[in-house]
């Protein structure tokens, strides 16, 4: 479990008592639209992550918009930048709350996740009659629907805990693969990987051992070689890691330069940019565990594929934004309502819907999406190749959503 000890404390009093003090105000919501803001890093680092998110998540909205809306209402999106930063994060809250706007999305920070939580919580409490939801598409650390879960949050991105169950299962099937070295990003997706391996690697993958442990500075090692040369002198024959973007491109070109040969699992190895960098590195080594492989196998995915292209100039990877906003809809659907409170209800339910996977669902338990999983090979022998490379991730597994979810650990607190 991540450890989140004094990340009330850190964020308390909440930043929404705050002024604003940003002059861009917003207009109050426009009767003939529903706007959903979006609250991601559109600059600094992490911009190409938050620009992709913005592109996905609009042309999601069109696809509602054009179906007829969300019970009638069209969806607008309005995209505010957080730069990454849980503190500014609040601040764009509050001022989209003082816009009208009752619906916010939130990915690629699980800090930032945690900071809008747990704002969003306290509004709440103060606001009964005119409730927030905080809709989390693509944070991926348990402890958001673990001991930080929330009935106004729902999370739409498989947890770690989840990645794990599939990436050890299919681990256990490859009989060459004894020894891993875990080697993740030093904040809190590293450590939430590097425990959830370490807890479940006996149960799931028995013979398999660990033989090494290591916490990378995110983003500030410039040459992988000396960590390499560790994981060549444990013995391991394959890693485990949570790095992303250059640092996984910086991975895999010291791998290959140095001669050693064993697979990389990845639990974030499909960013934008990533296959143009990696070019042919990691070619049938590098493994990605995801709720999608954008690879052109399932129905109607080349179709919409073509559409982003052609409207939003990138390719389709980002699944989450298609069966997380259908449930959404199908919840404001049988709610007969787009008010927050009544939306939630259903939720809390236990929304099912249809996507491109086949059958997914909301768990009342947690509000957590519950999918299936899949496990890729970078690899040319795909149908579709991302960013003009012939290079993607061929399947390799499928795990149905009931063998790898595992049980709720969150203690739901609902509104009397």
């Not at 680092?45 to 918009?65: D, M, R, V």
């Not at 996507?355 to 947690?366: I, P, T, W």
């Not at 979810?405 to 203690?411: D, Q």
Request: aromatic letters at 8%.
């Amino acid at each position: 479990m991540i450890d989140f000890k004094g990340f009330r404390a850190r964020f308390s009093p909440s930043l929404l008592g705050m002024s604003l003090g940003l002059a861009l105000a917003l207009p109050a919501q426009a009767a003939e639209t529903l706007k959903v803001a979006q609250i991601d890093p559109i600059s600094g680092p992490l911009a190409p992550i938050g620009e992709a998110s913005t592109k996905h998540l609009q042309a999601k909205f069109n696809s509602i918009n054009d179906a007829g809306g969300m019970n009638g209402q069209k969806l607008e999106l309005v995209v505010m930048d957080s730069e990454g930063n849980p503190e500014k994060a609040q601040v764009l809250l509050r001022q989209a709350v003082e816009g009208g706007i009752r619906y916010i999305t939130q990915g690629t920070s699980s800090a930032v996740g945690a900071a809008l939580g747990d704002a969003v919580d306290k509004y709440n409490r103060r606001n009964p009659e005119t409730p927030v939801m905080l809709l989390d598409h693509t944070n991926s650390d348990p402890g958001l629907t673990g001991e930080l879960c929330s009935y106004w949050r729902f999370s739409f991105s498989p947890r770690v805990t989840t990645r794990t169950e599939a990436l050890l299962r299919y681990i256990a099937t490859q009989g060459g693969v004894k020894k891993l070295f875990i080697l993740t990003p030093d904040y809190s997706l590293g450590r939430a990987i590097e425990t959830s391996v370490q807890a479940a690697l006996p149960r799931l993958a028995k013979g398999v051992e660990i033989v090494g442990v290591e916490r990378v500075p995110l983003g500030k090692v410039r040459d992988y070689a000396p960590y390499i040369a560790k994981i060549r002198a444990s013995g391991a024959d394959g890693v485990v890691t949570g790095l992303f973007g250059g640092d996984a491109v910086g991975l895999m070109k010291a791998a290959t330069e140095s001669g050693w040969n064993g697979f990389v699992y990845a639990y974030t190895a499909g960013g934008v940019g990533l296959p143009t960098a990696l070019g042919s590195l990691g070619k049938e080594r590098l493994v990605w565990v995801n709720d999608f492989m954008p690879n052109g196998e399932l129905a109607g995915e080349m179709k919409y594929n073509e559409e982003m292209l052609a409207k939003h100039k990138t390719d389709f990877y980002q699944m989450q934004m298609i069966y997380g906003f259908d449930l959404l809809a199908e919840a404001a659907r049988r709610a007969k309502s787009n008010d927050v409170a009544k939306v939630a209800k259903q939720l809390d339910s236990g929304v099912t819907t249809r996507s491109m996977l086949g059958e997914v669902s909301v768990r009342g338990d947690d509000h957590q999406a519950v999918v299936p999983l899949y496990v890729g090979i970078y690899s040319d022998n795909v149908k579709r190749g991302l960013e003009n490379t012939p290079y993607s991730y061929r399947t390799v597994a499928r795990y149905e959503a009931k063998e790898v979810t595992p049980a709720s650990t969150c203690k739901m607190k609902r509104p009397s």
